[in-house]
């Protein structure tokens, strides 16, 4: 019996520790959000007190009023949107018709795909941003979203290439043997039978096209120097410049907007992309 | 589909119809594969060819027409630039500093949401969270969390009687870099945790449980079965982190700008100043080309030995 009672201790007691640990985590991971809600909703004098409060006396949504009020971030907002959504739809079409081929056959350049997508992860972007900021000098394309979306598409195919791939493998090839017999060509079956059924990836990759230039910075940085043509990052970095707490207050709020989409996202995806990532770092 | 039906396989049980055999592709396949490469080639590969050409030039921002080659000089510059050694040095500290943490976190992370624990939703669900956030946003964020006035963690320290005067944590020579750590790995910690997460959901329960019943305890257990049986996964999660944190860019460039005093200018912050403030082009290039051999001479190195270590 004693022995019994002291094993139902001793486990009660790991478990106890076990809710612990899982609750420092849980604070580790919440508490910068957190605070940045509560930043976001301050007024400039609770902002001000020289004990800082972490629950807002007086919520306010004034700092989203007045960060929604800076010219400066409604365009830059604006100017990340069309940059996004443009090198998402430019990555997918890029990507889907070579992703077929990638699923369907085996060639060298099928290893040297794979291989391609593990570099781009590795390379310290110093040693590709200048040479690319010298070319995209050549082509006119520095300061402007179009040279932008050009490189956010390039460097975002690679990972596209390879989540496309995997979900193309899996349509059963039966249905396009089918629309061959019945006479289409390859265009034609990618076009109107593949494409159809990949519509699921076609989607994810989407999103992650979307985010990953959403979330761009160095690129970004280097490339649009004109305040004019700055994305949304730049002019929330901007933003933070030697003006003290009066600004916290509206940077916070459109920070936290600037999240929304990446957070969004990730809520939809978060199951599917579990397993991709795994998939990534594992098989690599 | 047409096809199949018009001819049945024999009835006697063929072997199925080998579908999966790679055909060989023709010249309409590698015309589909053609929009993916030109820009590949044209902003990704050239520019790194490029850039690798550009580290034995004198190359300079708007006066690229006298660039002429220099051979080894500019690594000789970068041999004896003291400022280099040390980003290097800090970087090396924070990379190796992150990725021990980030694994260590992450594991103890994985271990808990591997338990049939109550709040394991939701810790799943925050684990994941930090990794979708755009860098430039976690910077700011976690600037908002240091701040020497505003800043919840001088509240939450002086409530706890912990400090008596705020800290300025990003601008304090000491506290910088260890500030700046944190965060990265708040950010890196939830693909470790995940990785990590679906490693132990593949590590044999019977191990373990043989090694419960002659007598190991929990710590005995963890060391002695599971661990080892993790080895691929850790080798692909660290190196693959190191390689990350030693290219980190963004989240330092938002948190301090290399500052105070280059305490936490990481190798990118200064090859990026070297580049875009001052403009040595060929310089910079120079100082990618050393950080890409130095990373791949540590992985190699590394991988190596653990390929080595599992085939013993």
Avoid at chain 1, 64 to 79: I, K, M, N, S, T
Avoid at chain 1, 224 to 246: I, Y
Avoid at chain 2, 46 to 74: I, K, Q
Avoid at chain 2, 90 to 109: H, K, N, P, R, S
């Amino acid at each position: 019996m004693a022995a019994v009672t002291a094993t139902r201790v001793r486990r009660a007691a790991a478990r106890t520790g076990q809710y612990a640990a899982l609750l420092c985590y849980l604070v580790f991971l919440a508490f910068p959000l957190v605070w940045l809600l509560s930043t976001a909703l301050k007024t400039p004098q609770e902002m001000a007190l020289l004990d800082p409060t972490w629950i807002p006396l007086e919520p306010t949504l004034a700092n989203f009023a007045a960060a929604f009020g800076e010219q400066d971030l409604v365009g830059a907002a604006r100017r990340s949107l069309t940059v996004a959504v443009c090198s998402a739809v430019l990555t997918v079409l890029l990507a889907l018709p070579a992703a077929y081929v990638l699923a369907r056959y085996r060639s060298v350049v099928n290893r040297i795909a794979m291989s391609w997508v593990l570099v781009s992860q590795v390379f310290p972007f110093i040693l590709v941003i200048i040479a690319l900021f010298m070319i995209l000098r050549q082509f006119g394309l520095v300061n402007s979203l179009v040279g932008l979306v050009l490189v956010h598409a390039t460097w975002c195919l690679p990972f596209v290439l390879w989540m496309l791939r995997g979900y193309l493998r899996g349509i059963p090839r039966v249905l396009e043997e089918a629309a061959a017999v019945d006479g289409a060509g390859r265009w034609r079956t990618l076009v109107s039978v593949v494409a159809p059924l990949a519509a699921p990836g076609v989607a994810a990759a989407l999103m992650f096209g979307f985010i990953s230039s959403w979330n761009e910075f160095l690129f970004a940085l280097i490339l649009l120097k004109d305040p004019g043509v700055q994305t949304l990052p730049l002019v929330l970095v901007a933003f933070t410049g030697p003006e003290g707490v009066a600004r916290l207050g509206p940077l916070a709020a459109a920070s936290l907007m600037a999240a929304v989409p990446s957070l969004v996202f990730f809520a939809f995806i978060q199951r599917r992309f579990r397993g991709g990532l795994v998939d990534g770092a594992v098989k690599g | 589909m047409t096809l199949t039906s018009a001819s049945p396989p024999p009835a006697e049980a063929a072997p199925p119809r080998p579908r999966a055999r790679p055909r060989r592709p023709d010249r309409s396949a590698y015309a589909l594969l053609l929009p993916a490469l030109v820009p590949v080639v044209l902003f990704s590969i050239a520019p790194l060819v490029y850039g690798m050409f550009l580290a034995f030039t004198d190359a300079r921002a708007g006066r690229d027409v006298d660039t002429s080659f220099v051979f080894l000089e500019n690594f000789g510059h970068l041999l004896a630039d003291v400022q280099f050694w040390s980003s290097f040095r800090i970087g090396l500290v924070w990379a190796v500093t992150v990725t021990l943490l980030q694994y260590a976190a992450g594991m103890g992370l994985a271990l808990l949401l591997n338990q049939n624990l109550r709040l394991r939703w939701l810790a799943r669900t925050l684990a994941l969270f930090p990794w979708a956030m755009p860098p430039v946003i976690v910077g700011l964020m976690w600037r908002l969390v240091y701040h020497p006035d505003a800043g919840v963690l001088n509240a939450a320290l002086t409530d706890l009687g912990l400090i008596s005067e705020n800290i300025d944590w990003l601008n304090d020579f000491g506290w910088a870099l260890p500030a700046v750590v944190v965060v990265g790995v708040w950010t890196g910690m939830p693909q470790t945790t995940i990785v990590l997460l679906a490693g132990l959901q593949n590590v044999s329960r019977d191990l373990g449980e043989a090694a419960r019943v002659d007598g190991a305890g929990p710590w005995r257990r963890f060391t002695a079965v599971t661990l080892p049986q993790l080895r691929t996964v850790t080798v692909a999660i660290t190196s693959l982190n190191f390689v990350w944190n030693m290219n980190e860019f963004a989240l330092v460039y938002v948190l301090t700008q290399g500052g105070p005093g280059g305490m936490t200018r990481l190798p990118m912050l200064y090859a990026y100043e070297e580049a875009f403030r001052y403009g040595f082009f060929g310089y910079a290039s120079a100082m990618g080309v050393a950080i890409v051999i130095v990373v791949l001479a540590v992985l190699g190195f590394y991988l190596r030995r653990q390929l080595k270590e599992a085939e013993a």
